[in-house]
């Protein structure tokens, strides 16, 4: 089993930059693909960005494209995601997820590949 916390949300300025960290428990974190997602008010969750367990892989969505990156220390068992550029719809509540798929490279998209899911934390971005 995998224990996600995530930390390091806040309010920012348009064009600021924050780094979400997620921090894992669990004897699988290395064996997992990792993922962000996002959920704002009044719409579904979505996807943000990927990892494969190895790092090798990343994926990310393409509103976020250029401006978010996502990596992982597993000797930490942390993911991270840097996010820069903000903008005023990137608010969202941010979800860290692990999933334990043998298809994660085609699966990496869907929420429902992810068994293990964080509380979230809050990003706030003023125009």
């Known amino acids: 089993q995998v224990q996600l916390v995530e930390s390091g949300g806040g309010l920012v300025q348009a064009g600021g930059s924050l780094r979400l960290s997620c921090a894992a428990s669990g004897r699988t974190f290395g064996n997992a693909g990792m993922g962000w997602f996002r959920q704002a008010p009044g719409k579904e969750r979505e996807f943000v960005a990927a990892i494969s367990w190895s790092g090798g892989n990343t994926y990310h969505a393409d509103s976020v494209k250029g401006r978010f990156t996502i990596s992982r220390d597993n000797a930490k068992n942390t993911v991270y995601l840097q996010m820069n550029s903000l903008k005023a719809e990137d608010t969202a509540v941010y979800y860290c997820?692990?999933?334990?798929?043998?298809?994660?490279?085609?699966?990496?998209?869907?929420?429902?590949?992810?068994?293990?899911w964080g509380q979230g934390t809050q990003v706030t971005v003023s125009s």
């Open positions: 997820a692990a999933s334990a798929s043998y298809r994660f490279s085609i699966s990496y998209y869907y929420a429902g590949s992810y068994t293990y």
